[in-house]
């Protein structure tokens, strides 16, 4: 079956869905000093009333909280455009360095208001460099873009990508400076004046490589008002010819507000508009909303995970077949041949793969090994659509096949993972083990938010035992707000929901567990790392994670340039009482991972398994690694 690809991109629709009624979009009119001013305190507010890392920022990065307030002001006063104010309150954030704190402004959906600027590309990292992933359509078969999938851009305007990307810490400080450059990078070439400004020059200058040609290139920029360009594709989409034959090359009909089709030598191309996160995932607006802002439906432990919305060109699929393991791995990871699929891992994929060993040709003896199975599986998010009870249930139904077919080595993918549920988590993580699971401490903001969210569960909990235990937080939460404290002390992360947490007695025995992580690893990723690392439940290799050590919550908005702010509003804790907040986890066995982004981190899977053949794998080859 042909899949076609999907280009998303974040609507102004969607983004006004997203943020509620009562979000307005930036103003027409520029800002007066007492506008400005006025938006900053609501901003300072927010910090002080609920941000939970405060005086933690202040010591990890030196600077006085005061005093930055007072240089914003300074400097928010000398600005004399939106734009250059709306880069000082991006500044001011940005220093916190946190990757659940940002401020935002929603785009209106009329003209004037916002633009984008690109080069016609989308790409992601690969190290220092941006691989070319996609070129964005072009009506028409006679293109002459010298550009191609696959290519590699080295350099902006005469400037390494990696320097260029950095730059773009002021708009949002992700904390990790690896994070940094792979969110970063993909975003020099796709700007939207409201997120990340516009080009200073009319012109794009490229370095370019492409097998062993190296050249420079110079592209123009183009610039097209947000609105206008969104129009145009629905417009030029509902011009076209109602009866298309395959040989025809025009724009198809449109697929509801938001959809355009064009069909092309190549075959139909189908243009989708919606949100995607910081991982380039697509969201549901109602889903985002519901676990970014208190109110109905909020479930605060439902809401670390990371949470920048942003507007992008996204490959969602490729063109083409697909092979049928491909499919089961969501098209994210490619199926190693002689591969098994496991047929009740549907939410998580998983396969189980025979990783003996063959004789070296050197050796004398020249017998095989016995054979020994391993399994994989891509833990992807930690906000499925399925029920949690549903996923978790699903999960120990998988450790019970792997158990049942022999396989005691397990690789866990977390790549790309970008947070969800703090309870789905634990609950996994206890799933790996027989035994009870040490869970990470809790600290929280004491603002009327967290007081609230406690008060409301010791009314309405199911039971009396737990609106007990949810009360005597409560009362300390309480206690704490009336003593003026700012952060309250350590509780145990099952606070959150208690006797959830029962080990998984179906196992026969451990797993002997390999995480793999990346930077882009935020959030319940970094927790769930955590716990596993600190369990003696996981070898963790890969690149350290994100270090987004919290929940974040959504505020909505300042009173003249309307900016919402996400917020972190709790900290969590490891085993030795190290923040998971700008720390994340460090692997034991370190691997660039963004250096294998164009191979499906395949060769990042690979040294797992090799990890697992210990040190014969250094002398032996792995029968598993042709992959179709």
Same mark, same amino acid.
């Given at each position: 079956?042909?899949?076609? +690809?999907l280009?998303?991109?974040?609507?102004?629709?969607?983004?006004?869905?997203?943020?509620?009624?009562?979000?307005?979009?930036?103003?027409?009119?520029?800002?007066?000093?007492?506008e400005k001013?006025?938006?900053? %305190?609501?901003?300072?507010?927010?910090?002080?009333?609920?941000?939970?890392?405060?005086?933690?920022k202040?010591?990890?990065?030196?600077?006085?909280? *005061?005093?930055?307030?007072?240089?914003?002001?300074?400097l928010?006063?000398?600005?004399?455009?939106?734009?250059a104010?709306?880069?000082?309150?991006?500044?001011?954030?940005?220093?916190?360095?946190?990757?659940?704190?940002v401020?935002?402004?929603? =785009?209106?959906?009329?003209?004037g208001?916002?633009?984008?600027?690109?080069?016609?590309?989308?790409?992601?990292?690969?190290?220092?460099?941006?691989?070319?992933?996609?070129?964005?359509? %072009?009506?028409?078969?006679?293109?002459?873009?010298?550009?191609?999938?696959?290519?590699?851009?080295?350099?902006?305007?005469?400037?390494?990508?990696? *320097?260029?990307?950095?730059?773009?810490?002021?708009?949002?400080?992700?904390g990790?400076?690896?994070?940094?450059?792979?969110?970063?990078?993909?975003?020099?070439?796709?700007?939207?004046?409201?997120?990340?400004?516009?080009?200073?020059?009319?012109?794009?200058?490229?370095k370019?490589?492409?097998?062993?040609?190296?050249?420079?290139?110079?592209?123009?920029?183009?610039?097209?008002?947000?609105?206008?360009?969104?129009?145009?594709?629905?417009?030029?989409?509902?011009?076209?010819?109602?009866d298309?034959?395959?040989?025809?090359?025009?724009?198809?009909?449109?697929?509801?507000?938001?959809?355009?089709?064009?069909?092309? =030598?190549?075959?139909?191309?189908?243009?989708?508009?919606?949100?995607?996160?910081?991982?380039?995932?697509?969201?549901?607006?109602?889903?985002?909303?519901?676990?970014?802002?208190?109110?109905p439906?909020?479930?605060?432990?439902?809401?670390?995970?990371?949470?920048? %919305?942003?507007?992008?060109?996204?490959?969602?699929?490729?063109?083409?077949?697909?092979? *049928?393991?491909?499919?089961?791995l969501?098209?994210?990871?490619?199926?190693?041949?002689f591969?098994?699929?496991?047929?009740?891992?549907?939410t998580?994929?998983?396969?189980?793969?025979?990783?003996?060993?063959?004789?070296?040709?050197?050796?004398?003896?020249?017998?095989?090994?016995?054979?020994r199975?391993?399994?994989?599986?891509?833990?992807?998010?930690?906000?499925?659509?399925?029920?949690?009870?549903?996923?978790?249930?699903?999960f120990?139904a998988?450790?019970?096949?792997?158990?049942?077919?022999?396989?005691?080595?397990?690789?866990?993918?977390?790549?790309?993972?970008?947070?969800?549920?703090?309870?789905?988590?634990?609950?996994?993580?206890?799933?790996?083990?027989?035994?009870?699971?040490?869970?990470?401490?809790?600290?929280?903001?004491?603002n009327?938010?967290?007081?609230?969210?406690?008060?409301?569960?010791?009314?309405?909990?199911?039971?009396? =035992?737990?609106?007990?235990?949810?009360?005597?937080?409560?009362?300390?939460?309480?206690?704490?707000a009336?003593?003026?404290?700012?952060?309250?002390?350590?509780?145990?992360?099952?606070?959150?929901?208690?006797?959830?947490?029962?080990?998984?007695?179906?196992?026969?025995?451990?797993?002997?567990v390999?995480?793999?992580?990346?930077?882009?690893?935020?959030?319940?990723?970094?927790?769930?790392?955590?716990?596993?690392?600190?369990?003696?439940?996981?070898?963790?290799?890969?690149?350290?994670?994100?270090?987004?050590?919290?929940n974040?919550?959504?505020?909505?908005?300042?009173?003249?340039?309307?900016?919402?702010?996400?917020?972190?509003?709790?900290?969590?804790?490891?085993?030795?009482?190290?923040?998971?907040?700008?720390?994340?986890?460090?692997?034991?066995?370190?691997?660039?991972?963004?250096?294998?982004?164009?191979?499906l981190?395949? +060769?990042?899977?690979?040294?797992?398994?090799?990890?697992?053949?210990?040190?014969?794998?250094?002398?032996?080859?792995?029968?598993?690694?042709?992959?179709?």
């Amino acid at each position: 079956m042909s899949r076609t +690809p999907l280009l998303g991109l974040f609507s102004v629709f969607a983004a006004a869905a997203l943020l509620g009624p009562g979000c307005s979009p930036a103003p027409r009119r520029t800002l007066s000093s007492e506008e400005k001013l006025a938006d900053l %305190r609501w901003v300072y507010s927010q910090f002080g009333e609920n941000y939970a890392p405060l005086d933690l920022k202040q010591q990890t990065h030196g600077f006085e909280y *005061e005093e930055l307030k007072r240089q914003t002001d300074e400097l928010a006063l000398a600005t004399s455009s939106n734009t250059a104010f709306y880069e000082v309150v991006y500044g001011f954030v940005a220093r916190f360095k946190d990757a659940h704190t940002v401020a935002s402004l929603a =785009p209106s959906g009329l003209p004037g208001r916002e633009f984008i600027a690109h080069l016609g590309i989308s790409g992601v990292r690969k190290g220092s460099r941006l691989v070319v992933r996609d070129i964005l359509p %072009r009506k028409g078969t006679g293109s002459l873009f010298p550009l191609q999938k696959g290519d590699e851009i080295l350099e902006l305007d005469g400037v390494g990508l990696k *320097e260029r990307a950095l730059e773009f810490r002021r708009y949002w400080d992700l904390g990790n400076e690896e994070a940094n450059l792979t969110y970063h990078m993909p975003r020099l070439f796709e700007r939207l004046s409201l997120e990340n400004g516009q080009p200073e020059k009319a012109d794009a200058v490229l370095k370019v490589k492409r097998g062993d040609r190296t050249w420079t290139l110079t592209l123009p920029w183009v610039v097209r008002d947000l609105s206008e360009y969104q129009v145009e594709l629905a417009q030029a989409a509902q011009e076209a010819p109602e009866d298309e034959s395959e040989e025809e090359d025009d724009e198809a009909a449109v697929k509801g507000r938001d959809r355009v089709s064009v069909r092309g =030598p190549g075959g139909e191309l189908e243009y989708r508009l919606g949100l995607v996160d910081a991982n380039g995932a697509e969201l549901s607006p109602s889903l985002l909303a519901r676990r970014a802002m208190r109110g109905p439906g909020f479930r605060f432990w439902d809401s670390f995970m990371l949470l920048k %919305r942003s507007m992008r060109w996204k490959v969602i699929g490729e063109e083409g077949e697909r092979a *049928e393991g491909d499919v089961a791995l969501k098209g994210m990871r490619e199926l190693p041949e002689f591969a098994l699929p496991i047929a009740a891992a549907k939410t998580f994929p998983a396969y189980i793969v025979n990783i003996a060993l063959e004789a070296d040709e050197d050796d004398e003896d020249e017998k095989r090994a016995a054979p020994r199975l391993a399994a994989y599986l891509l833990l992807d998010s930690f906000s499925p659509s399925e029920e949690e009870d549903a996923v978790v249930k699903e999960f120990k139904a998988t450790l019970k096949v792997l158990q049942a077919m022999g396989v005691k080595d397990l690789v866990i993918d977390l790549i790309n993972n970008g947070g969800g549920s703090l309870l789905l988590g634990m609950r996994l993580a206890q799933a790996l083990s027989k035994e009870a699971v040490q869970m990470p401490t809790m600290r929280f903001a004491v603002n009327e938010g967290w007081v609230d969210d406690f008060e409301r569960l010791s009314l309405t909990a199911p039971s009396d =035992p737990e609106k007990e235990l949810y009360r005597r937080v409560f009362r300390r939460l309480l206690a704490d707000a009336q003593a003026g404290k700012r952060l309250s002390d350590p509780f145990p992360a099952e606070s959150l929901q208690p006797f959830l947490l029962d080990p998984n007695l179906e196992l026969d025995g451990k797993f002997n567990v390999t995480l793999l992580v990346n930077e882009m690893c935020a959030s319940m990723c970094d927790i769930f790392s955590g716990i596993l690392q600190d369990n003696g439940l996981a070898t963790v290799l890969g690149a350290r994670t994100m270090g987004a050590g919290g929940n974040v919550v959504m505020h909505l908005e300042a009173p003249n340039a309307h900016f919402v702010l996400n917020q972190t509003e709790s900290l969590v804790f490891r085993k030795d009482g190290t923040p998971v907040e700008n720390n994340g986890v460090t692997p034991e066995v370190a691997v660039s991972v963004n250096e294998h982004v164009d191979a499906l981190y395949t +060769p990042v899977r690979d040294k797992a398994f090799k990890l697992i053949l210990g040190d014969a794998g250094t002398r032996r080859a792995l029968r598993f690694l042709s992959v179709r």
